[in-house]
């Protein structure tokens, strides 16, 4: 598994390649530590090369989603294929964490919720 | 037909078993999503058990078996360790409350019971077999 981590306007992207398991996950929690201290408020997880995830890997995003929501940061993950929507789906995890289809759908989301939330 | 695999505890030799697993599948007629889901419970339940009872010890095994039988395919998990971990009794915790206590383990095994349709457990003076089913339609296996 690799991990290819990037910028975009405000957006910090981290992109996986490969299979995330038991053996992997601790790069992507290590990852998205990084991504948390760097006082990013925009996180985009590039899923269209991730072909397998298992519960280590899912656990990485799922262990940092109470401490983004404490720090105000928005985690979207996209490009997910059929196979691992399902497998979040599984665990309701859909209804847990946001999933998008395209970068530019993950982009409009962050960018309305924070449009939104400027204004309260 | 049973197809077997033996590898050392290692957290290396999880994607060994899932290509195991995928080639076994292969012969039969079944959707990505069935394959890869019945590939995932295994891989879920070889990594509990290299990790938690094996501490990911190389000179010590397990194998995995696979075969179908009457449209379930059965798949068969031995090791030997005198852990006492028992899957039939593990109660499955709620999802929000992982995510609210930072955790990032115990979801493997909710995916295992919810994929599997039945689980068997056999333990013989350390010799240890988990045994776990999964009936498809007619026509998909």
Known sequence: MELKVSNEEKFHIIQIIGDLDASSSILLDNALEEAITTNTKSILIDCAELHYISSPGIGAFTSRLEECIEKNIIMVLFGLNDKIVNVFRILGLDQLIVIKISKDDAKDYINDAQFTSALH | ?141
């Open chain 2, 1 to 141: 037909m049973m197809h077997s695999l033996q590898v050392p505890c290692t957290k290396e030799n999880l994607k060994e078993i899932r290509y195991f697993v995928e080639g076994a599948l292969s012969r039969y007629n079944l959707s990505a999503n069935d394959t890869n889901l019945m590939i995932l419970a295994i891989d879920e339940l070889c990594a509990n058990l290299i990790i938690h009872s094996h501490q990911c010890n190389q000179d010590e095994c397990i194998e995995v078996k696979v075969k179908n039988e009457d449209q379930t395919f059965i798949f068969e998990i031995h090791d030997q360790s005198n852990d006492s971990f028992n899957l039939l009794e593990y109660k499955i915790p709620d999802i929000q409350q992982i995510i609210n206590e930072k955790r990032n383990g115990s979801m493997g095994l909710i995916l295992v019971k919810r994929i599997m349709d039945d689980i068997e457990v056999e333990r013989n003076d350390g010799h240890n077999i988990c045994r776990l089913y999964k009936s498809l339609p007619q026509g998909s296996c």
